[in-house]
């Protein structure tokens, strides 16, 4: 019997999602239908559950421990690391494309233009970050804070037509702002996108940068896991 909270299921305690993940993981990959009861009225509901393999519960785990890591860095330690992780990817660049153009068979110009805006956008990073730089309000007394808060854990799911330029985009824009990050990339460029993620995680606290490769049965788990906010 799982146990439902009486609480809307998209509360931020996000309990729920955590009795149903927690009964369920690390069994075969599969959709499954349970009886759930609620805890005030007693109804019950059928409830489908997405099921996810032990080593993707696993990389989620280790994402979600790594974002008290990284959301506690202050917002220029962050943009400095993400410069870091931008030299790394210059550097790493040209086997960046090799990759791309001889396993994923992607014209050479393409990958290159690719290459050269996700680098671009990294230069870009520090101008858009300053929109969440915490800010002290006008006050007669005291001291007010503006600060915008990270969500915690970003899944970002990335089609094949662009296998550097938006992992890139979307994975330094998370950790700038103060969250860890879990990518999906597809499983046509997964070689060239595995290869860029791992060059920009050079900077970053091990895990913080989490590459899932899986298929698209086992996204719908990574969609409804506890651990992705």
């Not at 090799?98 to 101008?127: G, H, I, T, Y």
């Amino acid at each position: 019997e799982l146990r439902r909270c009486s609480r809307r299921a998209d509360h931020p305690c996000g309990c729920h999602r955590d009795r149903l993940q927690e009964c369920h993981r690390g069994e075969v990959l599969g959709n499954l239908v349970r009886r759930a009861v609620h805890e005030d009225s007693r109804r019950q509901e059928n409830v489908r559950v997405h099921v996810m393999e032990e080593r993707l519960a696993r990389l989620v785990d280790d994402a979600s421990r790594q974002w008290g890591a990284v959301a506690a860095l202050p917002l220029d330690d962050r943009l400095d690391r993400a410069h870091r992780s931008r030299v790394q990817l210059a550097h790493d660049g040209p086997a960046i494309v090799e990759s791309a153009v001889r396993v994923a068979k992607m014209p050479r110009k393409f990958v290159e233009r690719e290459l050269q805006s996700a680098l671009l956008s990294l230069d870009a990073l520090p101008a858009f970050a300053e929109a969440i730089r915490p800010r002290v309000l006008p006050a007669t007394s005291g001291a007010t804070i503006l600060e915008w808060l990270p969500y915690g854990v970003v899944l970002g799911l990335h089609s094949a037509n662009s296998p550097i330029w938006v992992p890139t985009v979307v994975s330094m824009s998370a950790l700038v702002a103060g969250n860890a990050f879990v990518s999906r990339p597809s499983r046509r460029v997964a070689t060239t996108t595995d290869l860029v993620l791992r060059s920009l995680a050079t900077s970053w606290p091990e895990g913080a940068i989490a590459v899932a490769n899986c298929d698209r049965q086992a996204v719908r788990g990574l969609l409804v896991a506890a651990g992705i906010d």
